[in-house]
Structures are given as structure tokens and as C-alpha cells.
């Protein structure tokens, strides 16, 4: 039987033009967001997974980028960020996240490499 691709989902949170990263626990920075379990909607794995890592509720907006195939070098089946906003609660690192951070634009392109930038620069072109 062939192998599942990941599907992942995550959330884009800005702040006075500001990102929102984490990094986790093998020093990787992302966007909030993760895996989709086995039967679960990328969109709601999202919400699950911001919640699970920085203790908040999102409301989640308008896909910005994605489906992509890749996701840090591994094949991706689906990989997709929406735009978010915090609902309940104020963000702080929970579980597999040390450090959560908000940077600029320019800050969290310099982190984010496991994304693409033509993608990523398009994406915070409307911040």
C-alpha cells in the first residue's frame, strides 16, 4: 500500500504588521499550525494545532498560499497557510513550541526556511 503524503494546515496571524513564528523543539521556525490527523480537514487541523501549541482559539480567514507538495525537504500531499485571527485567549508556547515570537516581514523570511520565498513574499506583501 502506498504511503500517505502529510497534509498540513497553518495559520498566518499578523499583529501591527507583524508575524507570528514559533520554533519548536528541534530549532525549527514555522507558522503555528501542523499535521492533519487521518480524517481530519486540513482547516480544522490548523485551529487544532494552534490551539495545541500556542493555547489559542483562531478564527480562520482566506487560504493565502497552498496546496503546496513539499514541507522542510519531505513530500507534502497537501500543505496550505490561511490567513487567522486570534479569537480567545492570548498565545504562549505550549507543547512541542519553545519560543513563540513577532517579527517583521523581513525577520520571519529570514526564519522561515523551510517555505518558499516567492510565496512567502507575496503572502507578506499584504500585510
Not at 5 to 15: D, F, N, Q, V
Not at 18 to 30: D, F
Request: with cysteine; hydrophobic share 35%; aromatic share 4%.
Amino acid at each position: 500500500m502506498p504511503k500517505r503524503r502529510l497534509r498540513r494546515g497553518y495559520a498566518l496571524i499578523t499583529r501591527k504588521g507583524k508575524v507570528l513564528i514559533v520554533r519548536n523543539r528541534r530549532g525549527r521556525w514555522t507558522l503555528p499550525g501542523g499535521r492533519a490527523r487521518p480524517d481530519e480537514k486540513v482547516r480544522k487541523a490548523a485551529v487544532r494545532e494552534v490551539r495545541e501549541e500556542l493555547g489559542v482559539k483562531v478564527r480562520l480567514k482566506a487560504r493565502v498560499s497552498g496546496p503546496h507538495v513539499r514541507h522542510h525537504a519531505r513530500p507534502c500531499g497537501k500543505c496550505v497557510v490561511f490567513r487567522a485571527k486570534i479569537d480567545k485567549g492570548k498565545p504562549a508556547p505550549h507543547r512541542e513550541i519553545v519560543e513563540m515570537a513577532w517579527v517583521t516581514p523581513d525577520k520571519a523570511l529570514q526564519r522561515l526556511r523551510a517555505y518558499r520565498r516567492k510565496e512567502l513574499r507575496r503572502i507578506f506583501s499584504q500585510i
